[in-house]
């Protein structure tokens, strides 16, 4: 099994690039998804396989992998992305696992 | 729209069982693309998968509680459940249920859509 590790925390200001680490032995095989949670909210998923955008998800969210490392990129961060970001998984072994999260904050 | 609702109690004594159902609208839960799954958030914590489930019954479940661990599933009724037995303080949460995709060998899986959420306490 693995972990995926995120750090905890990530600042940006307003319409500038904001990029959300995810890193985890796994993901040299398997794809990342990514979840957006902001508090009282249920989480929205942003990005699966690596890069796919649900309908309804603005295209400044973008995703990409590269070895062992998925990464979330959000363009133009707006005051309303403000919120946790979870990356998640799949593992043989312990088959769904959820990265830490990361707060991004925009200021 | 598919929509997914979680319903049950939201206060569990210490040792009880948590039961918990997740209504699914706006589609059936009988597709063959798609697991259904349940998810949960501890106050101040991350997100915790605890298990999914295939229309025919069959499941995945996190190691590290599948001895506390059921998941079922109501074709008729287009829902499935969670019980999770001998609750303790620690499983106070935000429970959620989703949809769960795949592709093929699971090589790329996620959580969409996502229910309201039901917050569970465990107090005697």
């Known amino acids: 099994s693995y972990d995926l590790i995120q750090a905890p925390s990530v600042s940006v200001s307003p319409g500038q690039t904001a990029n959300i680490t995810c890193s985890g032995r796994?993901?040299?095989?398997?794809?990342a998804s990514w979840y957006l949670k902001k508090p009282g909210q249920s989480p929205v998923l942003v990005i699966y396989?690596?890069?796919k955008r649900p309908s309804g998800i603005p295209e400044r969210f973008s995703g990409s992998r590269s070895g062992n490392t998925a990464t979330l990129t959000i363009s133009g961060t707006q005051a309303s992305d403000e919120a946790d970001y979870y990356c998640?998984?799949?593992?043989?072994?312990?088959?769904?696992?959820f990265g830490g999260g990361t707060n991004l904050t925009v200021l | 729209q598919l929509q997914l609702e979680e319903s049950g109690p939201g206060l569990v004594k210490p040792s009880e069982t948590l039961s918990l159902t997740c209504s699914v609208s706006g589609g059936s839960i009988s597709t063959t693309s798609h697991y259904w799954g349940w998810i949960r958030q501890s106050p101040g914590k991350g997100l915790e998968w605890l298990g999914s489930?295939?229309?025919?019954?069959?499941?995945y479940y996190n190691p590290s509680l599948k001895s506390r661990v059921t998941v079922s599933v109501d074709t008729s009724k287009n829902q499935f459940s969670l019980k999770l037995a001998s609750m303790t303080a620690a499983d106070t949460a935000v429970y959620y249920c989703?949809?769960?995709?795949?592709?093929?060998?699971?090589?790329?899986?996620?959580?969409?859509?996502w229910g309201q959420g039901t917050l569970v306490t465990v107090s005697s």
């Open positions: 396989q690596d890069t």
């Open positions: 489930i295939y229309y025919s019954g069959s499941t």
């Open positions: 998640q998984a799949w593992d043989s072994l312990t088959y769904v696992v």
């Open positions: 989703a949809r769960h995709g795949y592709t093929s060998a699971w090589y790329a899986n996620w959580f969409d859509p």
């Open positions: 796994g993901l040299g095989d398997n794809y």
